[in-house]
């Protein structure tokens, strides 16, 4: 059933609405209290070595690594899926402490029941490139040979089996409890139809159950921000997926936070991202670009900086005949980052639930509480070097009030005398990526004084969610 995207097409024609509604109610008349398959999801773990054990690991945390792995082991998942970014430096040092955290929480890859727990891995570009990055100065050799001495990058296959005791294949396949996955190290997403086409008859992608597809970069086309522009993948996968409603695309490398709607994308098939277990970004490339409150030179943008690091998130997805229902999990809190998502799967081409259209007419508008009013005021502080400067402080309630379909993601401050715009800023809600009640219920920008006209000047701030901008909010200075 709905083997082709053209067999789903005809099926979505005939009566979608009808079949579907009856589907879904003949399925979850069917299933069990567990599902079918429950998968453990992260990635961007970012494993450092420093010289230091445990979570003296800088970067990555070997403990933030293990609560999520303990956790996974405690919903009793059938795979653990890493999205690529596991060594943080490229080293095989890095690679190895993975693989003996896995070790420790899942040995002989076996779950507190006895049962299989299969690794789902694949590698990230930190993985295969970072060793490179801190000799692009250097044209030494010896430091070159050095470095590539304990490197992952040219010994993929060697670090694969020394972490984890299995042989390495640039692209390789794994079944589940009957459910196929396909998977492609860092520079190898290209080469997944060529793949599929050699090992069609094993694969059994046209079967109705979803398969899923698991690689580092976000597939062109697909999700949000700058990394969806398909710049490491070509559009070669997108091309070949496009045919599968029944593929599910899990990718990393974004770092975007599991709040954000857009972190499940559908079109022909669905795409989701894995987000990260180091920090969060923070929006940024383009219009989402913010600035870091503290700094004088806004007219450069910046990360949000340390904030970030508070966020650190995975997923325990449970897939049933007709859906996926996604717990997002906040491990630097240890709960819930927001409420279960349910996505149906197979995606309808047509007129996908989880299209961004859709999801822009479901999302409620960011607003600020009843009566909130912008403050300024000057005043001297430090600047980011501890310096003290003349600034201006523009000070505003969170908005907080439109809920989860309202959720803020930044601030777009305007200063205008007169009615003309003198200034403007974008400001990232700290800790957005927070579940609801854990965001901070104001919020400032600092500035530097010169950076306005000296007299009256009105700050108007306006809240920007997801798929919506709210209402603004002004005060005068």
Same mark, same amino acid.
């Given at each position: ?69 303990? @956790? ?28 003996? %955290? ?23 570009? @930190? ?15 010896? =430091? ?40 492609? @190290? ?9 793949? %599929? ?44 997926? =496009? ?72 997923? %325990? ?31 309808? $081409? ?79 809600? =700290?800790?957005?990526? @927070? ?21 009256? %000047?009105?700050?108007?701030?306006? $809240? ?14």
């Amino acid at each position: 059933m709905l083997n082709t995207r053209r067999q789903f097409i005809h099926f979505a024609g005939g009566g979608f609405a009808a079949a579907w509604a009856t589907f879904h109610a003949r399925a979850l008349a069917d299933v069990a209290e567990r599902p079918p398959l429950r998968l453990g999801v992260v990635s961007d773990i970012h494993i450092r070595d420093n010289g230091r054990t445990e979570n003296g690991y800088v970067a990555g945390s070997t403990g933030t690594f293990r609560a999520a792995l303990e @956790h996974f082991r405690g919903c009793r998942v059938d795979a653990v899926v890493i999205a690529g970014d596991m060594a943080d430096t490229g080293k095989m040092s890095e690679l190895d402490r993975v693989g003996q %955290v896995w070790r420790e929480v899942f040995p002989d890859n076996k779950g507190a029941d006895g049962e299989r727990v299969e690794p789902v891995f694949v590698y990230g570009n @930190h993985d295969c490139l970072a060793w490179k990055w801190p000799l692009k100065a250097t044209k030494d050799p010896e =430091k070159i040979a050095a470095a590539q001495k304990g490197a992952i990058g040219g010994h993929e296959a060697e670090a694969w089996e020394r972490a984890f005791g299995l042989e390495w294949k640039p692209v390789y396949s794994v079944k589940v409890k009957g459910y196929t996955f396909l998977c492609a @190290h860092w520079g190898h997403e290209k080469d997944i139809p060529a793949y %599929v086409a050699e090992h069609a008859d094993e694969l059994d992608l046209d079967a109705s159950r979803p398969f899923f597809c698991v690689q580092h970069p976000h597939p062109k086309g697909t999700l949000f921000s700058y990394w969806g522009n398909g710049a490491e993948d070509g559009g070669e996968l997108t091309e070949f997926l =496009k045919d599968y409603p029944n593929a599910v695309s899990f990718s990393g490398h974004s770092h975007m936070g599991l709040t954000d709607d857009r972190s499940v994308w559908q079109g022909a098939f669905t795409a989701i991202n894995t987000c990260t277990l180091l920090q969060i970004s923070t929006p940024y490339a383009g219009e989402w670009q913010c600035v870091n409150s503290r700094r004088k030179d806004t007219s450069k943008a910046y990360h949000m900086g340390a904030t970030s690091r508070k966020g650190r998130q995975g997923m %325990v997805i449970d897939v049933w005949p007709d859906r996926l229902e996604i717990e997002r999990r906040e491990f630097a809190l240890g709960e819930a980052a927001g409420p279960m998502r349910t996505v149906p799967v197979p995606a309808n $081409p047509e007129n996908p639930v989880y299209g961004y259209t859709a999801q822009a007419a479901r999302a409620g508008m960011p607003k600020f509480p009843a009566g909130a009013a912008v403050r300024a005021m000057r005043k001297q502080g430090p600047n980011t070097k501890g310096k003290l400067e003349d600034q201006i402080v523009v000070e505003f309630p969170s908005a907080v009030a439109g809920g989860e379909k309202g959720r803020v993601v930044l601030y777009e401050i305007a200063a205008l005398v007169e009615g003309r715009e003198v200034g403007k800023w974008r400001l990232a809600q =700290k800790l957005h990526f @927070h579940p609801l009640g854990r965001v901070p219920t104001a919020s400032r920008l600092v500035i530097g004084a010169d950076e306005v006209p000296a007299g009256a %000047v009105t700050f108007r701030v306006t $809240p920007v969610g997801f798929f919506h901008k709210g209402e603004p909010i002004s005060g005068m200075l």
